[in-house]
């Protein structure tokens, strides 16, 4: 057999090895993509539907008064998050590295548990916990921590915490898996030297579980970017997200070319940290993909 | 020796695991609550599990029948393509692949609520009528990078050159793959598997946009049973569903660890 044949046939083997997925998420997964950003210079049509003409228009009716802040509570809302779980998972992780064997399977079953329950009822459960009359309330009440006519549920605090307990899992499992390889005789080593133990934890510890902290970020950064049903069940009119006025725009107003466009807008604002990760990914045997940490 | 450990983080773990459950707890407690609201405690009753079974609960068994179609269909559709595509990223080293790569991974970090619009939009920019098959192909999109990378992690952790030497002693292409290579990576196209099938059965963004009329799954129903306050009954029905759960977990476990020492 001539090279180029030998050439020709590797690659219809690996073609069709690839085609199935490559086809599927090409079809279903970038050209829908690409075509929520085809979709935002059309306009709407008759019956909630897309229109035949090309108009800028749709992105101008976005560029409405109310947006930019809804945008803006999204960024610092999903940063806030962030920052919060992190400062939770990490000191988690870092104990649950350093616990016997016995003890981690234990505490790692427990961690992973309640997020194979479904999403919605855990989140629905909150709104229990949260309300007027629910024991929460009249706890913090009897310790004359809240006033008794306070609401505790429809604000962007609550949406806060449902979400940095929704998170927390996706934060804990990739700085254990970091902590886990980390090696501990470092830490102890700073600390013979004379390091404070708040030392040796921010100067050895965190800087040698770099990788899990970056994945951990991007794990919870990016879902809470494009949240809608914490802030639509837990949250009020002042914590509106992004996700909450796409979902309105196409069910409600049944405006498909404004949800397009503020989706094209979504995906802009968590396109960016995304870019940077994967930049600092890019490992040549692809290993390096922890991603929602298959248990 | 002095203990030089903080006690801090110990704390701060055992507190976060208390986090997670007190909403569950609340939950399963309340499931038994006499009072509607579930707020204060008024007796013990099984009633909201008795019309769970009653007519008032059709509904949900029908929910529930649809997520099980559905989520079987698509985990046999996403893990054939996500095992395939496995296999091509770990098999070739290409630009191609690399883009492949990308693809596969892309869907894992992209917001449920943009695969969920965007597929909404292509449906209906190509006039597809919603329903369970239009579900079925949203599922199938986020289910193969899921599968693609369980399956992925486990290549990773194989030796290839049994393969060379199965072929060394006479094997052909077709008993290396079926006798050698699929028994050894079978493991992780479980694990991925399984991962897709609870990805379904639990999704509710995605499916959210992508219903149609009378193709309601469990999610979807809880969702409306919450918003029109059907508390009790979704009580006893989440009960329910973490026993099962929990039940399933059990069995993984153990499967697992019966695994581990078969291989170790």
């Known amino acids: 057999m001539s090279a180029p044949n030998v050439h020709r ?287 | 020796m002095k203990d030089r450990r903080s006690h801090l983080p110990a704390i701060m773990t055992w507190a976060v695991l208390i986090f997670f459950y007190i909403p569950i707890i609340l939950l399963v407690v309340n499931s038994f609550n006499a009072n509607r609201q579930g707020t204060i405690w008024m007796g013990f009753t099984l009633k909201w599990y008795e019309q769970l079974f009653s007519s008032k609960g059709r509904d949900i068994w029908r929910a529930l029948t649809n997520t099980l179609i559905v989520a079987t269909i698509a985990t046999a559709i996403s893990t054939f393509i996500g095992t395939c595509g496995a296999f091509a990223l770990h098999k070739y080293k290409s630009r191609f692949q690399n883009f492949h790569y990308c693809l596969i991974y892309t869907p894992l970090v992209v917001p449920e609520i943009l695969i969920g619009i965007s597929l909404l939009i292509f449906f209906m920019a190509l006039k597809i009528e919603l329903g369970l098959t239009t579900i079925v192909i949203a599922h199938v999109t986020f289910c193969i990078s899921y599968v693609a990378m369980a399956v992925l992690s486990r290549l990773q952790d194989f030796d290839m050159t049994i393969l060379e030497a199965a072929r060394d002693l006479g094997a052909n292409h077709w008993t290396t793959t079926w006798k050698v290579l699929v028994p050894i990576i079978l493991p992780g196209i479980f694990a991925g598997a399984l991962l897709a099938f609870t990805l379904s059965i639990d999704d509710f963004v995605i499916t959210f946009f992508v219903n149609g009329p009378g193709t309601t799954t469990l999610p979807i129903q809880i969702q409306g049973m919450i918003k029109r306050g059907a508390m009790p009954l979704i009580n006893a029905l989440s009960t329910l569903l973490l026993a099962v759960t929990f039940v399933a977990i059990l069995a993984y476990q153990m499967i697992l660890k019966r695994n581990q020492r078969n291989a170790g």
């Not at chain 1, 490559?22 to 050209?31: G, N, P, R, S």
């Not at chain 1, 855990?122 to 309300?131: E, M």
């Not at chain 1, 962007?156 to 915490?161: D, I, K, R, T």
């Open chain 1, 9 to 295: 046939k590797n690659f219809l083997s690996e073609f069709s090895v690839s085609s199935p997925s490559f086809l599927w998420l090409t079809i279903f997964f970038l050209l829908p993509t690409l075509i929520i950003f085809a979709i935002s210079f059309r306009s709407r049509g008759e019956f909630g539907g897309i229109g035949d003409q090309w108009t800028l228009e749709t992105l101008q009716s976005i560029a409405h008064p109310n947006y930019p802040s809804i945008i803006w509570r999204t960024i610092w809302m999903s940063l806030a998050c962030t920052g919060l779980t992190l400062a939770i998972a990490v000191p988690v992780a870092y104990h649950m590295a350093r616990v016997s064997a016995k003890m981690r399977d234990l505490m790692m079953l427990l961690t992973i548990i309640p997020f194979w329950t479904n999403f919605l009822i855990r989140i629905f459960a909150w709104k229990s916990v949260l309300h007027p009359e629910g024991f929460l309330k009249q706890f913090l009440v009897w310790c004359h921590l809240v006033n008794p006519d306070a609401t505790l549920l429809y604000r962007p605090e609550a949406v806060l915490l449902v979400m940095i307990y929704t998170e927390l899992p996706f934060a804990i499992l990739p700085l254990y898996a970091a902590a886990e390889k980390f090696d501990f005789s470092l830490f102890d080593a700073a600390m013979d030297l004379g390091a404070t133990r708040l030392r040796a934890f921010f100067s050895i510890f965190v800087p040698g579980i770099a990788d899990g902290l970056l994945s951990a970020c991007l794990m919870v950064l990016i879902p809470c970017i494009g949240s809608y049903v914490i802030p639509d069940m837990v949250g009020g009119k002042d914590s509106m997200m992004l996700g909450n006025v796409i979902v309105r725009m196409t069910l409600e107003n049944r405006n498909i070319p404004a949800a397009a466009a503020l989706s094209a807008v979504l995906t802009v604002v968590m396109f960016l940290p995304l870019l940077f990760f994967l930049k600092g990914k890019k490992n040549p045997d692809g290993s390096a993909a922890p991603a929602k940490e298959v248990v």
